[in-house]
């Protein structure tokens, strides 16, 4: 019962889009015309070296080459179909193996009308064991290109999903270097808070106290350490959108959504709710002005 429940199972699964993908359709073709002119004149199924007994091997390739190349439109024909068909419906295994049997039997079909009716040894005998033969012959021709593309279609695919994950992880991790975590210690050296730089807004100071105020889960937090701001603006404005714009602020460029100028000075404007406008004064103006130009959109 288990046994029978996972076949089920498996038979309804959907059959993966890279198997009816026009690309892979096109080498489905290509693939398995290849091998069939390639069994035919290896094998001589059919046979089909019967038909011509007084050619030479040349003219042998070149009409059963075109015998199998017509055979081969059964193939073209069905996987037309199949491509039309998948682009508004979903196919099922047990569909695309009922589709594949199909392809075998128009195949064999075809083949058992041309033995019979077009060699002159193909009038003796009997058409049923014509189609047997046809059919076991086109199995043959048709399932082994039909699994190895199948394999190899799996095979590439996973390959893509893999090269796709390491090229999202390899951005994901760029995008972090982009977006480093500030880390604030104390004035002893001792790491007391660490804010990712797009969430940290600015840092105002009061006597040897600092308050970092930042984004947490989109509300906005503060915390306290005892440090300067001038050791701050001396080892955490490098090289990053930090820039001090007043003697008892440093403020986050990236976050600043309108530069102001009224008669009573300049003013940052921060994109966050309920944070108060950051002054800048005369002393830094310069410097909040070239950096702002380089680290503003």
Known sequence: MLIFRQSSIIMNNKIPAYMYEKGNIVRLILLTATFALL?????QPFNSRDWYPNISE??????????????????????MIMYAYTRKHELLVWQFALYVIAEVFAMSLFYTIFSKFFPR????????EIFIQSAKNTAWVLLPPYSVLWLYFSWRDKNMMLEKLATEENQGSAETRKRPLIAFPDEK????????LENLLYVDSADNYATIHYLNKSKLSHFLLRNSLKWMEENLTKNT??????????????????????????????????????????TYYERVMEKFSKYSV
């Open 121 to 128: 040894a193909g009038s003796e005998r009997d058409i049923y």
């Open 241 to 282: 959108p930090l820039v001090r714009c007043h003697r008892s602020y440093i403020v986050n460029l990236d976050k600043v959504k309108v530069l102001r100028k009224t008669k009573d000075g300049i003013f940052l404007e921060m994109d966050a709710l309920n944070t108060p406008d950051i002054p800048v004064s005369k």
């Open 58 to 79: 040349f003219k042998y390739f070149f009409f059963s080459s075109l015998i199998i190349l017509t055979g081969m439109l059964v193939v073209v024909i069905s996987r």
């Open 189 to 196: 050296g001792e790491i007391k808070i660490s804010v990712m």
């Open 39 to 43: 069994f035919i004149n290896i094998f």
